[in-house]
């Protein structure tokens, strides 16, 4: 297996000007040469450009947690692939629960995203995950199935190993609760068979597929050793660089 791990950090609606700025600061200085692992961070769009400058020569590449799916034009509030690349992202999450279950995003406006960050250049860490009564009545699988199925609707075989899949369980996000190895590897070699099927087994053994929800320094080494599991998407243990490192450290 030659995927690369790798681990990245959504900062969500977090941090001021300042503490973003610290924050990479101190990630540059404790694994900012890390090679090993592929890292990014993802802080708020406000914050792109400062962090970037904080980044600038380490190994930690920036992303944003979001993009709209039109290249300009009348659409208040919402940023462009362009825009994103022009202020050094490389990396865009798309999907991610909060935007499907808090701001109401579908399958199809996730489709759009994720083929107009294609087009524009840009990495997307593409999400996926079921609500825990979608576990409880056994639903995890199909919900999975058809959140990649649609998410990936029109995306060429050229194109899909570019993209990154983040399975995050709903109610493991920000709980504390984290699905245990074996349900997580369950679901990743799930995708990847989904993948094969999609695509091709050569395809679906180099598309990433990340875990995230409440991985924290106490657990990521236990995930990141399941066969299907290629990193980590962070949420709160990214908040604080020493956690942050120590996750990144347990990957390597
Ligand atoms: P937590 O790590 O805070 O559970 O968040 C996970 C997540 O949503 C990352 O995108």
């Not at 769009?45 to 300009?72: C, H, M, N």
Request: hydrophobic letters at 45%; proline letters at 3%; charged letters at 25%.
């Amino acid at each position: 297996m030659s995927r690369k791990l790798f681990i990245a950090g959504n900062w969500k609606m977090n941090t001021s000007a300042a503490d973003a700025v610290a924050l990479a600061e101190a990630l540059v200085s404790s694994i900012g040469l890390v090679e090993a692992v592929d890292l990014a961070v993802c802080p708020p769009f406000v914050y792109l450009s400062p962090v970037g400058e904080a980044l600038r020569g380490s190994k930690i590449t920036l992303g944003a947690q979001d993009v709209f799916y039109e290249d300009k034009g009348a659409f208040t509030g919402e940023v462009s692939t362009d825009m994103l690349i022009d202020v050094g992202a490389r990396y865009v999450i798309v999907g991610h629960s909060e935007r499907r279950h808090v701001i109401g995003e579908t399958d199809e406006t996730i489709n759009r995203k994720l083929r107009k960050a294609l087009e524009g250049g840009l990495a997307p860490i593409f999400c996926v995950g079921e609500l825990l009564e979608q576990r409880e009545a056994s639903e995890t699988l199909e919900v999975v199935t058809r959140q990649v199925k649609i998410g990936l609707e029109g995306v060429s075989q050229a194109d899909v190993t570019g993209v990154t899949i983040a399975y995050e369980p709903v109610w493991a996000i920000g709980t504390g609760l984290t699905a245990t190895p074996d349900q997580a590897q369950e679901v990743h070699a799930m995708i990847r068979e989904l993948l094969t099927g999609m695509y091709d087994r050569s395809v679906a053994e180099k598309v990433r597929i990340q875990y995230g929800g409440s991985v924290k320094p106490t657990n990521a080494a236990e995930l990141l050793e399941a066969p299907d599991i290629d990193g980590a998407l962070v949420g709160g243990a990214s908040l604080k660089a020493s956690d942050f490192a120590q996750i990144v450290k347990a990957g390597m």
